[in-house]
Antibody, heavy 116, light 110 residues
Framework: QVQMQESGPGLVKPSQTLSLTCTVS??????????WDWIRQPAGRGLEWIGR??????GYSPSLKTRVTISLDTSKNQFSLRLTSVTAADTAVYYC?????????WGQGTLVTVSS | EIVLTQSPATLSLSPGERATLSCRAS??????LAWYQQKPGQAPRLLIY???NRATGIPARFSGSGSGTDFTLTISSLEPEDFAVYYC????????????FGQGTKLEIK
């Protein structure tokens, strides 16, 4: 069973870069079976897909693609999210998720607040 | 971008009753639609994929139907643990991905 855990700062200042890491256990991140995604959820609101990394590339939400980078670190069995130029609108619970067609595995989520 | 509209926003029912949740897409998504359950403070859980297939470990009281633009999640007889928020999700642009979610239906105890 794949397990996932997000980590990173809970507070980021406006205009700075949000950086989160997802540690995967129970399977190799490099096995080619899964896509590794980030999804976020502002408090009391719905879910927004941010983007993904997989063995042969990446894909990003059109609304965020100019600010997002998602990358793999196979040596640590981790993948990471970088979101630049953050504003208060980026305050949310950020989830990492593993997907085949859909999101089968999720981390518990980590709250990131953008505030000075 | 494909927009998913869920109805109703809130559904108030009692344990043992049948729940019917709807999801409508702004254009056809074929059968590329999933349903998730989310309880407070938890990550979403995949229930149904490709419109009508139950995910691993999901009880048989959960069923999905539909194709094209109109989809339904049915819970045949509500258990106390089923009261939660339910989201539909569509996927497109394989493999780079593009997923959108509906705004959710809150299933609450009457």
């Amino acid at each position: 069973q794949v397990q996932m855990q997000e980590s990173g700062p809970g507070l980021v200042k406006p205009s700075q870069t949000l950086s989160l890491t997802c540690t995967v256990s129970g399977d190799s991140i490099n096995n080619g079976r899964y896509f590794w995604d980030w999804i976020r959820q502002p408090a009391g609101r719905g879910l927004e897909w941010i983007g993904r990394v997989y063995s042969s590339g990446t894909g990003y939400s059109p609304s965020l693609k100019t600010r997002v980078t998602i990358s793999l670190d196979t040596s640590k069995n981790q993948f990471s999210l970088r979101l630049t130029s953050v504003t208060a609108a980026d305050t949310a619970v950020y989830y990492c998720a593993g997907a085949i067609g859909y999101h089968d595995f999720w981390g518990q989520g980590t709250l990131v607040t953008v505030s000075s | 971008e494909i927009v998913l509209t869920q109805s109703p926003a809130t559904l108030s029912l009692s344990p043992g009753e049948r729940a019917t949740l709807s999801c409508r897409a702004s254009q056809s998504v074929s059968s590329y639609l999933a349903w998730y359950q989310q309880k407070p403070g938890q990550a979403p859980r995949l229930l149904i994929y490709d419109a009508s297939n139950r995910a691993t470990g999901i009880p048989a009281r959960f069923s999905g139907s539909g194709s094209g633009t109109d989809f339904t999640l049915t819970i045949s007889s509500l258990e106390p643990e089923d009261f939660a928020v339910y989201y539909c999700q569509q996927r497109s642009n394989w493999p780079q991905g593009m997923y959108t979610f509906g705004q959710g239906t809150k299933l609450e105890i009457k």
